[in-house]
């Protein structure tokens, strides 16, 4: 059995930078391996394309293409720090709970 990491379904316009020119797609889901977009990109597995999304910019290798639909790997070796910030920025951020909020007071 394959272990799949956690997938977060979004439904968020993201960039496509291939060869100097932006496209628009949307993301369909994110984990920390890569992402699932939808859209009408002329691409093929194995192809480097950049992700743009509020901001930062990552690689992510075609690993599948199905139908309208496109399986994006995260490139390791890149920069972590960039995968990291891009995730930050499109997955939800959980609130903290802490002893004041459980108890119906709001902290100062």
Known sequence: ???????????????????????TSHL???????VKLTGSISTHPGEVLQLHAKGVIVHAEVRWIKGNQI???????KSAAD???????????????TAARVHGFTEL
Not at 71 to 77: A, S, V
């Open 28 to 34: 369909v889901d994110v984990s920390d391996g890569g």
């Open 71 to 77: 399986g994006l790997q995260f490139l390791e070796g």
């Open 1 to 23: 059995m394959r272990y799949r990491t956690p997938r977060q379904r979004q439904n968020t316009p993201i960039g496509i930078i291939r060869d100097g020119v932006r496209l």
């Open 83 to 97: 995968k990291s910030r891009f995730l930050l920025r499109l997955l939800p951020q959980k609130q903290h709970v």
